[in-house]
């Protein structure tokens, strides 16, 4: 985070066509004095007009998709990938599961809708896959398909379609599609609808050209009654009749997401959020509601993502009129647009203003809008931030330094008093009676003190924060030493003190929330203004043992890494706008697995010598245990885990701008490695954020410690090879 604070959070919930132009639009034009941040429960958007032709595979799944986190940091806006759980109205605060409310000026909430289930409970059928959530239904279905294809290897796989819009005609004929392509077994397809006719919405022209084409391809058309119960190989409806089924697609009408019951903000008759002509919804000002979420009163329209497109522009518009305090627009919905069927034959059913055509020229112009619409997403190239950079000097040139640096004491009184500081037996003089200084007990005239802080390697001040204490506390862990208080070492950015406010109190929010973890308390710290974040920790420690050192391996031992390596490369990879959605996920989880197991090996005398792997990296570290414990180790580049994606990522070239210097650490042992500069062992000299334990372990005690790894959550641990003797009393590290 080196950008400028400001003083308005405009929030993005759900990040679906009109939400996405707001992002895009702010890459090219960010507004001033404000920061924008997006919320989703994925870390990918997925286009629902392309969704079909993945299914017939006439696109990759990645033409479909949204990479949120490769955008986000293009754009200069913050992604926070986590589940919403109601809004804090009073206070205009969105309330999560697992972490910190945020605080928003401005809110635009575009979560879509769901499949509407009526009466009939399929919430624990198996066999019932849901179009939405999107990005998981490609997944689930095929994981379903493989399911009952394992069961029933020489039949044909039964798929029943619940629905009857213009989304599930598309499935059933690109379903068709892929499995009359794809050497799979046969496939019995049924499309199943309560309204009389298949293709709601369309014209009765369009209407005829979907039922030859069923007729044609083999899809049995069920109309005029609705699906009532779900049995063990088939579904009942509402006359009696039963339709064999293995698979059911649930592809129905849009229904409100259940979220928005959590919302105390006006609806209408459906449960979707009332709104004006603006986009606000009825009587809140502050808050917008976009696409299928919702339902302008004075003029409704079908739930139809071309209605949502042609939002985002006014959305825009009013987001920024909004915060310069200038009357809003309407938006009007077209009365007439243009609507594209995909049949997965190289044609498209074409309609507009009543006209039907059928033709090949219909599927060109589709694949050429849905190409040209997704192409504007998936640039991901950040925009030239010279503007900001130079008003952020500016402003910094202006600021005092020294003590006139630090944080005003009315912010961080405010962000204290909303913290639930925990108490410790330890701690004299703390936060809940602050001094000078704070006065911590110590035990048996032992206390381990270690101190690190770092700019934050990513733009959400909690997970900063948690993954600052969690860095910190870890050279406790390793020594045997208990954390009981921690100093914190905050540089905030320069800007708005209401936008520094929040910034401050979602990062000890974090922090706070893993010493509460490990049984420890925050008992002050220091904090300043500058150009970016900067969050880290002297953590106190009681010494639970003797302490264990670097220079206590033996011959024989065991290396076992606790974690993958590889946060360098993604964290690099994170800044130059690089790196999968999914990738980031991967890395986030990783680093926020504490290394506090290491107290119970290390006390129940399960490893020899233990370090963690942080900024030297995996080679740097064991040279440091090598050189110390006077011994030499094999290691086999095989066996070392590393991140999703990383490897990937390291061909590509792409590293930390510290991995050369790690990679001297051939002059501090002989390292015997076919090629220092090569791709394959960049994950070597990777440095690591909240890395791994790197432990020495006899084989009396491997299997043990293996399974206290495996049962604290760390999937990934591995032996990557052994301790021996020395050549010559060279200590070498060979590299296999």
């Given amino acids: ?401 020294g003590c006139g640096g630090k944080i005003g004491s009315e912010l961080l009184s405010g962000v204290l008093s909303e913290l639930d500081v925990p108490d410790h037996p330890d701690v004299q003089i703390g936060l809940k009676n602050p001094d000078d200084a704070a006065v911590l007990v110590t035990h048996d005239n032992r206390v381990t003190v270690t101190t690190d802080f770092f700019a934050s390697p990513v733009d959400d001040p909690y997970l900063a924060g948690r993954i600052a204490l969690l860095n910190s506390a870890s050279d406790c862990f390793v020594m045997g030493a208990q954390p009981t208080g921690a100093l914190a070492i905050v540089q905030l950015p320069l800007g708005h003190p209401r936008g520094q406010l929040e910034v401050m109190r979602e990062l000890m929010a974090g922090s706070v929330e893993e010493l509460r973890k490990m049984d420890a308390t925050i008992v002050g710290g220091h904090s300043i203004e500058g150009p970016r974040l900067l969050a880290g920790y002297t953590v106190l420690g009681r010494q639970l043992t003797d302490p264990m050192t670097k220079g206590m391996l033996k011959p024989g031992d065991n290396l076992v890494l606790s974690k993958p390596v590889g946060s360098g490369v993604a964290l690099a990879a994170l800044m130059q706008c690089r790196l999968p959605g999914e990738s980031y996920l991967s890395l986030v989880d990783v680093m926020l697995q504490s290394n506090q197991i290491a107290l119970r090996l290390i006390t129940e005398r399960l490893v020899t010598g233990i370090t963690d792997v942080t900024g030297f990296g995996l080679a740097g570290h064991l040279a440091e245990m090598l050189a110390s414990s006077k011994l030499s180790a094999e290691i086999r580049m095989s066996d070392i885990p590393v991140l999703d994606g990383c490897q990937e990522l390291m061909d590509q070239g792409i590293e930390s701008t510290l991995t050369p210097d790690n990679r001297i650490v051939a002059g501090k042992v002989n390292l015997q490695i076919a090629d220092v500069q090569s791709t394959r062992f960049t994950a070597l000299f990777d440095p690591q954020t909240c890395g791994g334990l790197l432990m020495g372990v006899c084989d009396s005690n491997l299997a043990a410690v293996q399974r206290v790894l495996r049962e604290a959550g760390f999937a990934d641990s591995a032996v990557i090879g052994t301790v021996v003797q020395p050549d010559q009393d060279r200590n070498e590290l060979v590299i296999r």
Wanted: proline letters at 5%; aromatic letters at 6%.
């Fill in 1 to 401: 985070m080196q950008k400028k604070i400001g003083r308005n959070n405009i929030v993005l919930l759900g990040v679906g066509h009109t939400n996405a132009h707001v992002l895009r639009m702010w890459k090219m034009q960010p507004l001033a004095d404000s920061q924008l941040i997006c919320v989703s429960n994925f870390p990918i958007a997925t286009y629902s007009g392309m969704l079909p032709g993945v299914l017939a595979g006439q696109y990759p799944a990645s033409a479909m998709e949204i990479d949120l986190v490769r955008l986000c940091k293009s754009a200069g806006a913050r992604l926070v990938v986590s589940e919403v759980t109601g809004l804090d109205l009073k206070r205009h605060r969105i309330e999560f599961r697992d972490r910190p409310p945020l605080a928003f000026e401005l809110l635009s909430i575009g979560i879509g809708s769901r499949p509407t289930f009526s009466d009939v409970d399929a919430s624990n059928d198996q066999a019932v896959v849901a179009v939405k959530p999107m990005q998981t239904f490609l997944p689930r279905l095929h994981e379903r398909i493989d399911l009952v294809q394992q069961s029933k290897p020489s039949q044909p796989v039964r798929i029943v379609i619940v629905g009857g819009g213009i989304g599930s005609i598309e499935i059933a004929f690109c379903l068709q599609k892929r499995f009359s392509t794809s050497g799979q077994p046969d496939v019995d397809l049924s499309l199943v609808t309560g309204a009389d006719r298949v293709g709601a919405g369309l014209s009765s022209s369009s209407r005829q050209v979907v039922e030859d084409q069923f007729n044609a391809r083999g899809v049995r058309l069920h109309t005029g009654h609705r699906v009532t119960q779900f049995n063990a190989d088939s579904i009942e409806l509402t006359n009696g009749d039963r339709v064999g089924s293995d698979v059911i697609i649930w592809a129905t009408g849009a229904a409100a997401p259940s979220l928005l019951e959590e919302f105390d903000l006006p609806k209408d008759d459906r449960g979707f959020l009332a709104t004006r002509r603006t986009l606000q919804v009825v009587d809140h000002d502050r808050i917008f509601a976009v696409g299928d979420t919702g339902t302008i009163q004075e003029d409704p329209t079908v739930k139809a993502g071309v209605f949502a497109v042609r939002q985002g522009p006014v959305l825009w518009d009013n987001l920024r009129r909004s915060i310069w305090k200038r009357p809003l627009v309407d938006y009007s919905p077209q009365r007439r647009f243009l609507k594209l069927v995909n049949t997965a034959d190289g044609k498209s059913i074409a309609e507009y203003a009543g006209v039907t055509r059928y033709a090949g020229w219909a599927w060109r112009l589709k694949d050429r809008i849905d190409r040209r619409f997704m192409a504007m997403y998936q640039e991901y190239a950040p925009m030239p931030m010279a503007a900001e950079s130079s008003a952020v000097e500016s402003d910094e040139a202006m600021r005092c330094l």
